[in-house]
């Protein structure tokens, strides 16, 4: 198991460590209001370096609690963890960076998680490159003149398939029962492992 968590984290260093490229230019003349409007260069990679960091650590700590979780009682167990303790540790650790973290899904378990507009965007141009068999780099955009938002996708791995992945192949019939008794109207299986599962969207106070 430990190895596992290991490889788990490996896995995510090499995503999020990944360079960031794709920004947006900076303005060419650089006056007080197309600050406002637009990020520069600089900012834009001072939010890639914090989004990176706080999608790193909150994802080691939700799996070092998944992965204790599944130890002690296997998937039933981990799931009502996820159900009852996920938003808490979210919630501490958003307020502990500074950062409102969210993971959202073209298809999704929690309903908590559904996506909002921009959210949605980002979604489809992230599942049109992953489409196209292309990296996708994480990115970091305006919503509003004073929060910035990092966007990094999420990728299946194979310990995700126990709960993601394809009925009575990858998943067990009597595992997924149990997940769909505590979320009934969830859309988030079928998946293989190098799907797109979803995105990390964490805001910035700017
Ligand atoms: C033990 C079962 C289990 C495992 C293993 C698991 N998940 Fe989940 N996942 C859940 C549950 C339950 C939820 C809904 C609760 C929540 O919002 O965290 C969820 C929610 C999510 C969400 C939020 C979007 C949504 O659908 O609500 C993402 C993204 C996600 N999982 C990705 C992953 C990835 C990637 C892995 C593997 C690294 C993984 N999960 C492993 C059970 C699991």
């Avoid at 230019?25 to 006056?31: E, F, H, Q, T, V």
């Avoid at 996506?115 to 919503?143: N, T, Y």
């Avoid at 990728?155 to 009934?184: N, R, W």
Wanted: charged letters at 20%.
């Amino acid at each position: 198991m430990l190895r596992t968590s290991y490889i788990f984290l490996l896995y995510a260093l090499s995503i999020l460590t990944l360079p960031a490229c794709g920004e947006k230019p900076a303005p060419a003349s650089g006056g007080a209001s197309a600050q406002q409007q637009e990020l520069n260069a600089e900012e834009t990679a001072q939010y890639l370096a914090r989004g990176k960091e706080v999608a790193m650590s909150t994802f080691a700590a939700m799996s070092s609690e998944l992965l204790s979780a599944m130890q002690r009682g296997g998937v039933a167990e981990a799931a009502r963890y996820c159900k009852l303790s996920a938003y808490p540790l979210v919630d501490s650790l958003s307020e502990a960076q500074g950062a409102a973290i969210r993971r959202t899904s073209l298809k999704i378990r929690n309903a908590k998680n559904r996506p909002g507009e921009a959210e949605k965007q980002m979604l489809q141009a992230f599942q049109s490159l992953h489409d196209a068999g292309q990296l996708i780099q994480p990115s970091v955009q305006l919503a509003g003149p004073d929060t910035a938002v990092f966007y990094a996708p999420i990728q299946v791995q194979p310990l995700c398939l126990q709960c993601h992945g394809k009925l009575g192949e990858t998943m067990k019939a009597s595992d997924y029962a149990f997940i769909k008794e505590l979320y009934p109207g969830d859309e988030a299986t079928a998946y293989a492992e190098g799907d797109l599962r979803g995105i990390w969207s964490i805001r910035f106070k700017r």
